[in-house]
């Protein structure tokens, strides 16, 4: 039995990654700011165990967060400002969300002892355009770099990338599905655009590799992508379509692994893996060989044939 701290515990992959660990008998401890949601969780059925503790705080308060990890095994990091529109309006608060309570993460599980720690990431963070996938990416470096803050310790950091997940917080399938059972039409920013598309599962498998994974290591699922357009239009074949423009800090495309990052990118099995640059937290490839040095691994580039599996996967 492992106790593992969930930071950003209520939101959608919180939730989903909590239930995971109860379910195995594991102790987990939720944390994040939101006391209404704090509520919720505590009313569902399925929290109603022994193994659940909740810690109302903010991840910027790095003594709040030390009382949540003390006897902690594990820290899995989701907590952050996700918004690309409200990142970009608000600045200031997300990059002391997302930077700052990265840094205060990594405080405290190196005070606590925390033996292993997953910050969990976004292909956003690839080639940034927007202040959000800008603050993920300093958060990466930062949880790569830990390792050198922890050596000598037990503690040690990885990160795990991965691209949208289906369902969750913020996503478009909820406001597609409200869109098409209302009549209305389902509204895209552009013809053009693709994504990533996973599984709240498939984002908790990915997590569950990166606790696992050597020092500094950042764990890249394989994924497919989808036109927009084309998945839209798949699974809503009657309904009309509105084209509203892309947004501020929106790409049209987007990518899991970065051009640089491809010749120290090696190729896992299940996953992808980028070595850390430096030596102190260097993983060794371990035999696992280079991934192909012409490798793009953009959403243009991965489509799918059968989008509509997609929404098949969301709904079970």
């Not at 987990?28 to 505590?42: G, L």
């Not at 690309?84 to 997300?94: F, I, K, M, R, W």
């Not at 927009?228 to 800090?249: C, H, N, Q, Y």
């Not at 990518?255 to 850390?276: M, Q, W, Y």
Request: hydrophobic residues 40%; glycine residues 8%; neutral net charge.
């Amino acid at each position: 039995m492992s106790r593992v701290l969930i930071t950003g515990g209520t939101g959608s992959f919180g939730r989903a990654y909590a239930k995971r660990r109860l379910d195995r008998g594991d102790v987990v401890v939720v944390f994040s700011r939101d006391e209404q949601k704090h509520n919720a969780m505590m009313r569902e059925h399925c929290y109603d165990v022994g193994n659940a503790r909740f810690f109302v705080g903010d991840v910027r308060d790095v003594d709040r967060l030390r009382y949540a990890a003390r006897d902690c095994d594990e820290i899995v990091h989701a907590a952050a400002m996700k918004h690309v529109s409200l990142c970009e309006y608000n600045p200031g608060e997300a990059v002391s969300t997302n930077v700052d309570g990265a840094k205060a993460v990594i405080d405290a599980a190196i005070a606590c002892g925390v033996r292993r720690v997953v910050a969990l990431s976004t292909d956003k963070a690839v080639e940034p355009v927007n202040l959000y996938g800008a603050t993920k990416l300093t958060a990466e470096k930062l949880f790569v770099a830990a390792n050198a803050l922890s050596a000598g310790t037990q503690t040690t950091f990885t990160v795990t990338r991965y691209g949208n997940v289906m369902g969750s917080n913020g996503s478009a399938i909820p406001l597609w599905e409200s869109q098409a059972a209302a009549r209305k039409p389902i509204t895209i920013t552009d013809k053009r655009m693709t994504r990533f598309l996973q599984t709240m599962g498939d984002a908790c498998d990915t997590v569950d590799i990166a606790i696992e994974a050597p020092a500094g290591e950042i764990v890249v699922p394989r994924v497919l992508s989808a036109n927009m357009v084309d998945f839209v239009r798949a699974v809503w074949p009657k309904s009309e379509t509105r084209l509203i423009g892309i947004r501020p800090g929106e790409k049209l495309h987007e990518k899991l692994l970065a051009d640089c990052e491809i010749r120290r990118t090696v190729n896992s099995g299940t996953h992808f893996s980028v070595l850390p640059e430096f030596a102190f937290a260097r993983s060794s490839a371990g035999g696992r060989p280079l991934v192909d040095q012409d490798m793009r691994y953009s959403s243009d580039m991965m489509l799918t044939s059968d989008v509509s599996a997609f929404y098949r996967a969301y709904n079970g």
